[in-house]
């Protein structure tokens, strides 16, 4: 397909399962330390993960861990293990905050942060700690990990020259999709503007390497090869000033990837949303956060740092999301 292919497989993926291999009540509510709700929203849609979730519990990593210090891994196995078998209403997610410049740089303990950004630097975490040990890797065998195995996709950016049609292909590996929301009105609509062709002129001219000068081109990007667990940003800045995009962008419980893909023909890709974070709040840069997830009961809770609460689909559908996690 254009793709180089991984020299190593790092983690088999036949080994994931996608479904609960214990099915209990919902876990400990986390205590929030400080300015913490953007952490404690994505390490409870991280522990409801079914896949990641069912890895952990397994503590096929840790046992295999030669990490000295800081391993994100091992952090992340001790803190699901803790708040799904541990008998604790609430749980003080300290490693983790304790460890908050490791997992990235732009994190103060005791500062207000994005949820985005936390999950970008957490998954990005994990997947250092995946590849510790293994020297040398090719960039394709990078996306073997299990992190990648379970949130990885490729998208695919077709450059169309409009002089003389020339066509280049490249792919990049993604763990999580931005999606821009300033027009569209549901996940669907912003997906399918995420697809559509973009012309590229005046200063974003790219050079053709037929007509071998600046010309204007179309770039298209497509979802290539899709993840077990597709990830999605609503884009809810509106600049760089903080201003916020409130309006509600409608999502299914059910979602279909088939039709935002390279190749359109074929079998429908069925998601179904497992987690979502809200972030309630005048402006981007305040606020607060919260999250619905779905337990291994079935049954979704809301929950906001401390409590857990038993809530109906309707509720969860009717949600200003910020982050929507859907599972194949």
């Known amino acids: 397909e254009g793709m180089a292919l991984p020299q190593r497989i790092l983690f088999p993926p036949e080994e994931i399962c996608m479904d609960w291999q214990?099915?209990?009540?919902?876990?400990?509510g986390l205590c929030n330390l400080g300015s913490t709700c953007y952490i404690n929203v994505i390490l409870q849609c991280l522990t409801y993960t079914p896949?990641?979730?069912?890895?952990?519990?397994?503590r096929d990593h840790s046992q295999l861990c030669h990490r000295q210090g800081f391993c994100m891994m091992c952090i992340?196995?001790?803190h699901v293990r803790k708040v799904l078998h541990s008998s604790a209403n609430v749980i003080w997610p300290r490693d983790v905050v304790r460890d908050l410049k490791l997992i990235g740089e732009e994190?103060?303990?005791d500062m207000a942060g994005d949820a985005y950004e936390f999950l970008r630097c957490a998954l990005e975490a994990m997947q250092r700690a995946c590849l510790s040990g293994s020297s040398d890797v090719d960039i394709s065998s990078q996306t073997t990990t299990i992190i990648h195995q379970i949130f990885g996709g490729f998208l695919k950016s077709r450059v169309t020259c409009l002089r003389c049609q020339a066509v280049s292909d490249s792919y990049k590996a993604f763990l999580h999709v931005l999606l821009d929301i300033k027009?569209?009105?549901s996940l669907t609509k912003a997906l399918e503007n995420f697809v559509t062709p973009k012309n590229l002129d005046g200063k974003y001219c790219l050079k053709c390497s037929k007509c071998e000068k600046k010309v204007t081109t179309s770039k298209r990007v497509t979802v290539h090869r899709v993840p077990k667990v597709f990830t999605v940003c609503l884009e809810r800045a509106a600049d760089h000033t903080g201003k916020k995009i409130s309006k509600i962008v409608e999502y299914p419980e059910y979602l279909d990837l088939r039709p935002y893909m390279s190749d359109t023909a074929g079998e429908p890709l069925l998601y179904s949303l497992y987690a979502l974070v809200v972030h309630s709040g005048d402006t981007c840069l305040d606020g607060h956060f919260f999250c619905y997830t779905k337990a291994s009961n079935g049954q979704w809770y809301k929950m906001d740092d401390e409590s857990v609460d038993n809530c109906g689909i309707h509720a969860v559908l009717r949600q200003q999301a910020y982050l929507l996690f859907y599972a194949r």
């Open 76 to 78: 992340m196995e001790a």
């Open 51 to 58: 896949p990641l979730a069912n890895y952990l519990l397994s």
């Open 22 to 28: 214990q099915r209990q009540r919902p876990g400990a």
């Open 183 to 185: 027009a569209p009105s």
């Open 107 to 109: 994190f103060e303990p």
